[in-house]
């Protein structure tokens, strides 16, 4: 994930590195907890498809402006679109003044505590709404609520709401940001990445909506589902309208243009028609019917291919196609149909044992026909295809 370290020139001449970033390729802070008495809570959300070991990241602040950081670092593992919520450790239902206990619907959600016993020099924990607060991966600044080297008094203001959004607020990150803050050094807006919520609200942790996360899809039977589709057509049929249920997809395949289905457009062949649908979840659902399309020809007897003694090749070919015949007698007739039924080809010849007659349809165009031959024998079919 670490691609590149840019310096950057803060307005207060101080440099701090930044960790390049792209979306959904990294930890950022989804929830901020600043209420009152000890009540401090930051949740951390993993928009990557990954685990991710939380040694590598730590939590923490830079207090009142100051340009160093105090971090700790965390432990265990985080899964994908999970959350983790790290809390103030003071616990003591007895405290009182500066060990006041945190709020049990706050100790109820939380994954860890850290920080049980105060040292200005080391206190991550303990930020107030005019502390910087950053997560750090590698121990480099991933995202930042604040603005770092800036002492903004109470807190940073939220002029969409008009309160003081860093103090005695929950901010809940908005759905769509789907990378951290790692500028700490530009101006600090909340309302363009936060949604501000009274103080010690505690609803919306343990858990993130955002859009880096796409739902599995379930494979559900008959979902969607296509009608008005024969199993077979004439290639001179009227085009059909095609229905499918639920409504609100898309059909496609040879032959298919919205929903109609043109069988002279598909042409002669089996074509599979495909319905698709995107459902509420963002899951695709399909459904597929096969029709076959034939020439509007009547076509009698047997076909060449399963006929012994009758062969057809190349096929398909350019045009220049050879018919053996190997064992019949007499006169024997063909005849070449296009699509349409159209005679496109006849001719005739003599046989006696073994014989090879050329068929030339090079000049017709590219596309489907069909042969009969007329034999002693009977009436035989084969289709040719010209390439």
Known sequence: MQKSFTLIVALLALTVSSFAQFPCSSLFISEYVEGSGNNRAIEIYNPTTTTQDLSDY??????NGLTTGMFSTLAGTLEPYDTYVVVLD?????????????????????????????????????FNGNDAVALRHFGNDIDIIGRIGEDPGTGWFDFATGTWSTANQTLVRKSTVQIGDVNG?????????WDNYPSNTYSNLGWHTN?????ACAS????????????????????????????????????????????????????????????????VHSDALCTTVDLNVNIGGSEIASTEGLDVYPNPGNGLFNLEVDGFDGVISYTVYDAYGKEVKFGSFVAN???????????????????????????YHEHLIVQ
């Open 353 to 379: 044992g073994l014989e090879h007659e050329s068929i030339d349809i090079s000049q017709q165009a590219i596309g489907a026909y069909i042969l009969q031959v007329q034999t002693s024998r009977g009436l």
């Open 211 to 215: 859009t880096c996360y796409t739902p």
């Open 220 to 283: 559900q039977t008959n979902f969607a589902n296509i009608t008005g589709l024969a199993t077979s057509y004439n290639v001179n049929d009227p085009v059909v309208t095609l229905t499918a249920t639920p409504q609100g997809g898309v059909f496609f395949g040879n032959g298919v243009f919205g929903n109609q289905f043109s069988p002279g457009s598909a042409g002669i062949g089996t074509h599979s028609i495909v319905y698709t649908i995107v459902d509420g979840n963002g899951c």
């Open 90 to 126: 003071k616990r003591d239902p007895n405290g009182t003044g500066a060990e006041l206990p945190i709020d049990a619907a706050l100790e109820a959600v939380a994954d860890t505590f850290l920080n049980p016993v105060y040292v200005a020099s080391n206190s991550p924990m303990y």
């Open 185 to 193: 050094t530009d101006v600090f807006y909340p309302d363009t990445e």
């Open 58 to 63: 730590s939590v923490g602040r830079y207090a």
